[in-house]
């Protein structure tokens, strides 16, 4: 198959490189100062044939776009960028179904705007990495991604779309919603990411997550952080019912749901290695930002969410590497 991958990105790139090592074309629409780059270095755990994964270390060659038509359209940007990236594609007169892998907290109705001829489909990676200071791609990759049913995708070519994550030996789970679930999924994400922003050192985002994981006192507070915030996803109409299996572990009490925490994160490497290279702060920022202006809408009681929002105010006032555009929204809440 004939795929496009919009930029440079960790995910983007990540996928790319397995794609292609399943024997696809794969091609690379670059962005301005982005054209010197012909090969990237992808140092991966593989969880895909195996649960505690495997070290895979491999160069992948990057192929500028040529076309203007492919299969698929592979776009995973940071989540207030979305626009602009299918603008791009757009004003390029590029074409083909989107893939669309990146968190989405608007409604359909905004997202069938910003999408506008494009057909496309929502997915989600389980797994995910950083580009450190070298350009080398530290990822994970697990067995399955989260994707859209074919009753509910906008795309005619859904078999085809599954074949191509099945020649790269990826499988799927299919929500009962998928935009409700990346909602609460990143309910979730902002809780988490502000605790560890009240915790630990946003310069230092791996070792902050992991002491935030393995401190009782930390993990109590997370989960009564995401209480809160699956309140703010609850008040967007969500039947929360469907979701059961993601939610059922922060229905305990603090102490033992952050307990159940802990050992996931000790005894699964994937699932550890996952939140630790995980880093892009920016898109971190946007999204605890969105969660977080919803329950002020909401009026959601949310004192602890509340709590960890102004210590990442605080700190992020020492992060001068931060999108200075986020963080006047962030100074405004």
């Known amino acids: 198959m ?19 090592r399943a024997g696809h074309n794969v091609e690379h629409f670059l962005r301005e100062g982005k054209e010197h780059v012909d090969c990237v270095h992808v140092k991966l755990l593989d969880g895909r044939l195996n649960p505690k994964g495997k070290e895979l270390s491999y160069d992948y060659k990057i192929n500028p ?28 007169k590029i074409h083909g179904t989107v893939l669309l892998f990146t968190g989405v907290w608007t409604d359909h109705k905004r997202l069938d705007e910003i999408m506008g001829f494009y057909n496309y489909i929502l997915g989600y990676p389980v797994g995910g990495g950083s580009m450190d200071e070298d350009g080398v791609l530290k990822a994970v990759v697990n067995e399955y991604v989260m994707i859209e049913s074919k009753s509910h995708a906008r795309i005619q070519n859904y078999n085809l779309m599954m074949s191509l994550f099945k020649s790269c030996d990826i499988t799927f789970e299919i929500p009962h919603d998928m935009l ?19 915790y630990g050192n946003l310069s230092f985002p791996g070792p902050s ?3 935030v994981m393995t401190n009782s006192k930390a993990l109590a507070h997370c989960i009564r952080t995401i209480r809160e915030t699956l309140l703010i996803a609850r008040g967007r109409g969500i039947n929360m019912n469907h979701f059961k299996q993601e939610i ?6 603090a102490g033992i749901s952050g307990w159940g925490m802990k050992v996931k994160f000790k005894t699964s490497r994937i699932a550890r290695e996952s939140m630790k290279r995980h880093n892009n702060i920016d898109d971190l920022m946007y999204i605890c930002y969105e969660v977080y202006q919803e329950g002020k ?11 960890n929002m102004q210590a990442m105010l605080v700190k992020l006032d020492e992060q001068e590497h931060i999108d200075q555009s986020l963080y006047n929204h962030i100074t405004n809440f």
């Not at 409700?180 to 009240?198: C, G, H, K, P, Y």
């Not at 809408?297 to 509340?306: D, E, N, S």
């Open 2 to 20: 004939d795929i496009l991958i919009l930029g440079l990105g960790t995910i983007g790139t990540l996928y790319g490189s397995l794609f292609s």
């Open 65 to 92: 776009s040529t076309k203007k038509e492919y299969d698929f359209i592979f776009v995973s940007v940071s989540s207030g960028n979305l626009k602009e990236a299918m603008d791009c594609l757009r004003n390029a």
């Open 180 to 198: 409700e679930w990346m909602w609460v999924r990143m309910s979730v994400s902002a809780a988490i990411v502000s605790t560890v922003a009240l």
């Open 209 to 211: 997550v992991e002491y």
């Open 248 to 253: 059922l572990p922060y229905k305990f009490p």
């Open 297 to 307: 809408r909401q009026c959601v009681p949310m004192p602890h969410f509340t709590e």
